[in-house]
């Protein structure tokens, strides 16, 4: 859609907003409406029912909240539809502007902002402070991630604000476009989800029932699986490895660190990211290979704390150990292939299995022992190679969808933020569209 520009324009005076429409105002944010912090709750004050206290993590869709039943000003209260502001959080998260809904009354905890409009459409604010976060968080103060912006300096950057009724279009245009941007995202995440489901079908289906469709079967004896290939194993995990242990249960030394030291939040889909891992010294990494920590090339790592099951194949022999959130797999290579493992260890069969002993709600655990007892199934080794390579090409084709998804989304999110800068700063005259496409 082709949309007009405003007839006249004025230096705006601001590097970030360059020229504005030349009826527009120029005003600081602190003329606009009034910053108000929640409220230092302390977590000895917190109890299982009362008032839902409002934290960073509910801005981005948590329901698990704290509660206070003592007295709370009002001030601090939210309701239903009013505007908040994330001061202290993660870039592009729970750092920004924030609509509040949710029947109940609730408590504003601090390094969030309640906003009250005084001078402004609440919905334009909104809009407003949508656009203006990027900037903020340009200034804002903070390690990478994490950022946080004072209330002075917040109040103080100037935003362009248009007459009343002006105000009112803008939002409603906004309202109406972001909302088709983002049922489009949406769609785009369904797809990835369907995407997923069916990748993890075809790796499933692969290491459960083989490639060929005409190949003899017989009863696995496990009731939930059905039958298998006639001459495939059914074993325990241990009896095809050399070795099955956990990695340091002691904190690295971090002084003078020299040598990676591996956690469960450095495994990605398909390697380990070394780019935010501890380093621990060489004496500690000495102690550690020592003691069996150190995974080999052909290995298979497996997360056994908070996020269970991510496993990755180690291809070569680096200088790295591992901490206990991990599980070093050595296969034995007479019995089973690592890739091969590795696909297994991804499927419905044996999550299956591991998600039955997965204890802890706050940080989910498998116990090394309970890893120890989970089935597999291996066909002799050529056919554990057909079937990696028939997987290896067939997931290649799916994470090249899953990259192209996910760009487009990206493309989206883009386009949504553009058009909000785009209105927002008077880029566009949205004064003249018919109705149909404004509403």
């Not at 103080?156 to 109406?176: D, R």
């Not at 469960?264 to 380990?272: E, G, L, Q, V, Y």
């Amino acid at each position: 859609m082709s949309l007009p520009r405003y007839p006249k324009y004025k230096d705006s005076g601001v590097e970030w907003l360059g020229d504005v429409p030349e009826h527009w105002e120029l005003l600081p944010l602190k003329r606009l409406a009034e910053f108000i912090n929640g409220d230092a709750f302390k977590p000895s004050e917190w109890v299982e029912f009362g008032i839902p206290i409002i934290r960073i993590q509910n801005l981005n869709g948590s329901e698990e909240f704290n509660y206070y039943e003592g007295q709370v000003e009002p001030q601090y209260l939210v309701h239903d539809g009013d505007l908040l502001f994330g001061w202290s959080g993660n870039r592009g998260t729970s750092f920004g502007p924030f609509l509040w809904r949710r029947d109940e009354v609730c408590a504003l905890n601090q390094h969030i902002f309640r906003v009250v409009p005084n001078s402004i459409d609440k919905r334009t604010l909104f809009w407003t402070l949508k656009a203006v976060t990027a900037h903020v968080e340009d200034q804002a103060h903070g390690i990478i991630g994490m950022v946080h912006v004072t209330k002075g300096d917040l109040g103080a950057i100037k935003v362009p604000t248009p007459p009343t009724q002006e105000q009112s279009l803008i939002a409603e245009f906004l309202e109406h476009e972001t909302a088709k941007i983002d049922t489009l995202v949406e769609e785009q995440r369904r797809l990835i989800e369907l995407l997923k489901e069916k990748r993890q079908a075809v790796i499933s289906h692969a290491v459960t029932k083989g490639l060929n469709p005409d190949a003899p079967m017989k009863d696995s004896g496990i009731e939930w699986l059905g039958e298998v290939p006639s001459n495939w194993n059914v074993s325990m995990l241990k009896h095809s490895a050399k070795r099955i242990t956990d990695g340091a249960h002691v904190s690295p030394e971090t002084e003078n660190g020299e040598f990676f030291f591996v956690s469960t939040k450095d495994i990605t889909d398909s390697a380990i990211d070394f780019s935010e891992a501890i380093l621990t010294s060489a004496a500690s990494y000495a102690a550690l290979v020592k003691s069996g920590c150190k995974p080999q090339k052909g290995d298979v790592l497996f997360s056994k704390d908070g996020t269970i099951g991510k496993t990755i194949v180690i291809r070569e022999d680096l200088d790295f150990v591992v901490a206990s959130s991990l599980i070093i797999i050595t296969p034995d290579e007479s019995e089973i292939e690592s890739n091969y493992l590795n696909y297994l260890c991804q499927s419905a069969f044996l999550k299956g299995q591991v998600e039955a002993f997965v204890k802890g709600a706050g940080l989910p655990r498998l116990s090394l022992q309970n890893l120890l007892k989970v089935l597999i199934l291996s066909p002799n080794l050529n056919e554990q190679l057909q079937i990696t390579a028939f997987l290896d090409r067939e997931i290649a084709r799916f994470d090249a969808l899953l990259a192209e998804v996910t760009h487009a989304i990206d493309l989206l999110q883009e386009r949504r933020s553009a058009l909000i800068s785009t209105a927002v700063t008077g880029k566009i005259d949205v004064r003249g569209l018919p109705k149909e496409e404004t509403a």
